[in-house]
């Protein structure tokens, strides 16, 4: 059944059904679907012609493109609703109710998409960019991929997987060493975003350690056989330990280049460099001081991956006495590195003090050799201060600058002895040693978290002082390293009143505090004379 519009008397089709055009008077529909007014004002008609030979769908064909061409004001456009009567209901049957809905839903789809329907384009395909040299993520083979087949224990394909873990940590090792050099070494210098001084210092002797890794993975790759396995490689291992001693002047260097690293980060042009090298794929998300850091961190794994492949030889393996052997070697070789690293650490953080009055030079600053820790912790009135726990004494720092920008410790109060330090752990929950304590580190309330006290006695004036770690397990390091130092300071001041009581000291001994980084150098010297 098909239904049209039709206005009468001479009404144009762009009238709008406001409501003050709409009939005033009751309108009586008879049963042709006509409408008779009773008043002389005329208003437009809709007549609904019912053709029972038409199907529906025809006639929604026949109405799309009228209702089309007529849409200039759509705004103002609505469809006369059809008033509801007894005689209406009695011609439309309930059946022809949803052919109405569907009716309104066409106009209404016509009015509001006057343009035609077009596809959207397809999205054109993104170009593959030129893979570079330096991959995203690093690719996590394991051993047992490469093989095809073997007939090896469980333990000795445990084994396997650990000597391939070494294999393959030192070629990611390499090319992450070549990836510092070509992406951030080489660009700075040429952009000239530092200069070659500031560079050289930053980067250290980075240059010299890539050839001695490609030498043990060259060594290590001429160890695997036809079947891919490696059979004794704790004499290769012992006899390139050694050229690890080159990490001594790298190491050391770190603590100064890091300094420097930070401070120039400051600088507009050198943030916006890194910032991009970061952003990019080949970093894997790593700055440019976790590149630095690569070497060092690959010196104390050696030890860890020796245990491993230790624990899996089975017995009666060659590796099974030389083992052992090996891991003394590095083991010495890493504690050597961490001695000059300490020694060269407490150099520079001693040199970095600026102190406000002259008591405050406590010679066992000086005589120094390491830093036990040192790191942030407040005060009782809520002030955060450096701490640095020396060899023989602990002091308090404010960090600040120089006049060339350069970051300084100013000295907080007087530095205590570690020989006459005294320490007090304050339980948590614990309601302190008084109001200045609690309010400082609480807010006003009764409960203290992560707090202990240093004093020193003695000396002209006692002092005394509150401090509180960011958590609880700084709080225990700090307790810790507070007690050792306490412990090996008054055992050595107990040593030096035994050298004083002899009259005649022997003039070959040379106090080691007083021995600088080349220690060596300064002994051979002492012994010569």
Same mark, same amino acid.
Request: proline share 7%; hydrophobic share 25%; aromatic share 6%.
């Given at each position: 059944?098909?239904?049209?519009?039709?206005?009468?008397?001479?009404?144009?089709?762009?009238?709008?059904?406001?409501?003050?055009?709409?009939?005033?008077? %009751?309108?009586?529909?008879?049963? /042709?679907?006509?409408?008779?007014?009773?008043? &002389?004002?005329?208003?437009?008609?809709?007549?609904? +012609?019912?053709?029972?030979?038409?199907?529906?769908?025809?006639?929604?064909?026949?109405?799309l493109p009228q209702l089309m061409n007529d849409s200039e004001e759509p705004s103002n456009k609505r469809v006369k609703p059809v008033v509801k009567s007894n005689s209406l209901t009695g011609v439309i049957s309930p059946v022809k109710t949803p052919a109405?809905?569907?009716?309104?839903?066409? +106009?209404?789809?016509? +009015?509001?998409?006057?343009?035609?329907?077009? %596809? @959207?384009?397809? %999205?054109?395909?993104?170009?593959?960019?030129?893979?570079?040299?330096? %991959?995203?993520?690093?690719?996590?083979?394991?051993?047992?991929?490469?093989?095809?087949?073997?007939?090896? =224990? /469980?333990?000795?394909i445990k084994r396997q997987e650990v000597i391939y873990e070494l294999t393959e940590g030192e070629r990611q090792l390499i090319e992450d060493l070549s990836l510092v050099k070509k992406v951030y070494y080489e660009p700075m210098l040429k952009l000239d975003i530092m200069s070659e001084s500031e560079l050289r210092q930053i980067f250290g002797t980075l240059d010299s350690l890539i050839p001695l890794h490609e030498d043990l993975l060259s060594r290590l790759e001429r160890l695997r056989g036809s079947k891919k396995t490696v059979g004794e490689v704790a004499p290769t291992l012992m006899n390139w330990f050694p050229c690890l001693e080159a990490y001594v002047t790298y190491c050391c260097n770190q603590v100064e280049a890091k300094a420097l690293l930070?401070?120039?980060?400051?600088?507009?042009?050198?943030?916006?460099?890194?910032?991009?090298?970061?952003?990019?794929?080949?970093?894997?998300? &790593?700055? @440019?001081?976790?590149?630095?850091? &690569?070497?060092?961190?690959? &010196?104390?794994?050696?030890? @860890?991956?020796?245990?491993? +492949?230790?624990?899996? =030889?089975?017995?009666e393996h060659p590796d099974e006495f030389t083992l052992p052997n090996a891991l003394e070697v590095i083991h010495s070789i890493v504690a050597e590195v961490n001695k000059k690293t300490g020694e060269a650490e407490c150099q520079f953080y001693r040199r970095g003090l600026a102190y406000l009055e002259d008591f405050q030079r406590l010679p066992e600053i000086q005589l120094s050799r390491f830093l036990y820790c040192h790191g942030e912790l407040r005060s009782n009135k809520g002030l955060r201060l450096h701490v640095f726990l020396f060899e023989l004494a602990l002091v308090l720092t404010r960090p600040g600058e120089d006049r060339e920008g350069g970051h300084v410790f100013q000295v907080y109060r007087q530095p205590l002895p570690n020989a006459s330090l005294n320490l007090e752990v304050i339980p948590d929950g614990e309601g302190g040693g008084g109001g200045s304590f609690r309010g400082a580190f609480t807010g006003g309330n009764d409960k203290v978290k992560n707090c202990f006290r240093v004093s020193s006695r003695g000396r002209s004036k006692a002092h005394s002082y509150s401090l509180q770690a960011n958590d609880s397990f700084s709080k225990q390091q700090w307790i810790t390293c507070l007690r050792q130092a306490m412990v090996q300071s008054r055992d050595r001041k107990a040593q030096g009143r035994q050298l004083l009581v002899s009259p005649h000291p022997d003039p070959t001994l040379c106090h080691i505090a007083d021995l600088s980084l080349s220690c060596d150098a300064d002994m051979a010297d002492v012994t010569s004379r």
């Open positions: 059944m098909s239904k049209k519009m039709e206005m009468e008397d001479g009404y144009e089709t762009k009238t709008s059904w406001s409501q003050r055009e709409m009939p005033s008077t %009751p309108t009586i529909c008879d049963h /042709a679907g006509k409408k008779r007014k009773q008043g &002389l004002t005329p208003d437009p008609v809709i007549r609904i +012609i019912e053709d029972e030979e038409e199907e529906e769908p025809q006639v929604q064909d026949e109405m109405l809905k569907r009716f309104g839903q066409s +106009i209404s789809r016509s +009015i509001s998409f006057r343009t035609e329907v077009r %596809p @959207l384009p397809t %999205p054109p395909l993104r170009s593959r960019t030129k893979g570079t040299s330096f %991959p995203r993520r690093r690719n996590s083979q394991c051993w047992s991929d490469t093989v095809e087949s073997h007939n090896l =224990t /469980a333990k000795e930070d401070h120039k980060k400051q600088e507009k042009r050198v943030e916006q460099f890194l910032r991009l090298c970061q952003e990019s794929s080949f970093s894997r998300k &790593l700055d @440019l001081w976790n590149f630095l850091d &690569l070497p060092r961190s690959r &010196l104390v794994k050696y030890p @860890l991956l020796l245990k491993e +492949i230790q624990k899996c =030889t089975p017995a």
